[in-house]
């Protein structure tokens, strides 16, 4: 029960916050008063997630259902997917495998939607109802509808209705995100190690064995971070990680290859320590540096010391990373060749796709430059994603959870 409880308000505390608060602070209805109240609210938290995190089917809906109509506060909930009923708590006329009623028709995926008198095929018993998209980052997926007494429907209802729903959401998404790990995050990772392993491998331990018998100490120094970004590159119980911890790594990447090339590469990273919380696909920094390094330095044909910025900044609701280099530059059609795959862009081609998978189509990487003025590498991600946060939290490998 702990680790439901855990993983619950891992996924949707934030969802859920206004929800519960408004549970607390109206007793009258179908909860208990004060503290009873709270933890009638996290049980039916804790509870649904078993369920629902298998995905929305007509067994988690009518699993979890009585402890959404608790959270919602209605008469009657009933869950739906985008074709049939999927279950439903208290009286009605909709059963599970009944076609959607119209009200859901009229309804947008993009707001709450309230009507004041429906039927539902009783035309005896008229209902107030209020309807709200169940939506899976950009994906909409299904339906709540709350059915009341007939009659104006209060804007608390329609709040704490929609509360609800977001919270169905984001454990919904936890079965999403279990498909998309399944798809990327498993073999897109593993490919992306089997291509750090050479590479990097091979060029760290050139550049620590040059420096043992002239600066032992700082060779010591060297192996202990190689050792510590290795055994982060190539952990396997985590697939996502706060942007510090992966930007932590990055700079013993950029250690190591600092000692490799000495005066010729320059570094400057400058990220803002507000968005160092958002969660990241392990390994997604990474490879956007290093690609930054080897085009931008062991490319190069100008003199002087190559140029590699990182920079990090709040887009409010996203997050953006920019890696920047100073080399040869790249062209258009060539940055879609690289994202594709080809022209040695296997770590870049990884990086986007990973990213797609887990937030959408939307936060895909863009790179742009120009032949001789050097290439831009960005990276978006949210500042929050409930169910990627959940995710996070419960693989937490044990050797870093707090004795």
């Known amino acids: ?19 519960l608060s408004r549970l607390v602070r109206h007793p009258r209805r179908l909860l208990a008063p004060g503290d009873e ?41 009933v869950l739906l997917d985008r074709e049939q009923v999927l279950a439903r708590a208290g009286s009605g006329p909709l059963d599970p495998g009944d076609p959607l009623p119209p009200v859901v028709f009229q309804a947008s995926a993009e707001r709450v939607h309230v009507e004041p008198l429906v039927t539902l095929g009783d035309v005896t018993q008229p209902r107030a109802a209020v309807v709200v998209a169940l939506r899976v980052g950009e994906e909409h997926v299904g339906w709540l509808l709350a059915l009341f007494p007939p009659g104006r429907v209060r804007a608390e209802d ?27 995050s498993t073999a897109e990772l593993r490919a992306l190690r ?35 970004f290795t055994r982060y590159a190539f952990r396997e119980q985590r697939s996502y990680v706060p942007l510090a911890d992966e930007l932590h790594y990055v700079q013993k990447y950029l250690r190591l290859e600092q000692a490799r090339f000495g005066d010729r590469l320059e570094v400057r990273v400058a990220v803002a320590p507000e968005i160092l919380g958002a969660a990241v696909p392990v390994l997604s920094l990474q490879p956007l540096v290093e690609n930054a390094i080897r085009h931008g330095v062991e490319g190069r044909a100008a003199e002087g010391p190559a140029h590699v910025e990182i920079v990090g900044v709040d887009l409010d609701r996203d997050v953006e990373l920019r890696v920047t280099d100073d080399g040869p530059g790249v062209d258009p059609a060539v940055a ?64 870093e959870v707090a004795p």
Do not use: C, W
């Open 1 to 19: 029960m702990v680790l439901l409880l855990g993983m619950a308000l891992g996924a949707a505390l934030t969802a859920s916050l206004l929800a």
């Open 37 to 77: 109240a709270t933890r009638a609210a996290l049980h039916h938290v804790a509870a649904m997630l078993p369920d629902l995190r298998r995905g929305l089917t007509v067994r988690s809906a009518q699993r979890a259902v009585a402890h959404v109509r608790a959270l919602a506060q209605a008469p009657t909930v």
């Open 158 to 184: 329609a709040r704490v209705v929609a509360e609800t729903a977001a919270l169905v959401s984001a454990q919904v998404g936890l079965s999403v995100l279990a498909e998309q790990e399944a798809r990327a």
């Open 194 to 228: 089997a291509q750090i392993s050479p590479h990097f491998v091979y060029n760290a331990m050139a550049a620590i064995a040059a420096l043992i018998h002239t600066a032992p100490d700082e060779a010591r120094e060297l192996l202990t971070e190689f050792a510590d």
């Open 336 to 399: 879609r060749s690289a994202l594709a795959g080809a022209r040695g862009g296997i770590g870049l081609r990884n990086v986007d796709a990973r990213l797609r998978a887990s937030f959408g189509e939307s936060y895909g990487l863009r790179v742009t430059g120009r032949p001789e003025q050097g290439t831009v590498v960005r990276m978006r991600v949210p500042k929050f994603r409930a169910e990627v946060r959940a995710q996070m939290a419960h693989e937490v490998a044990p050797a």
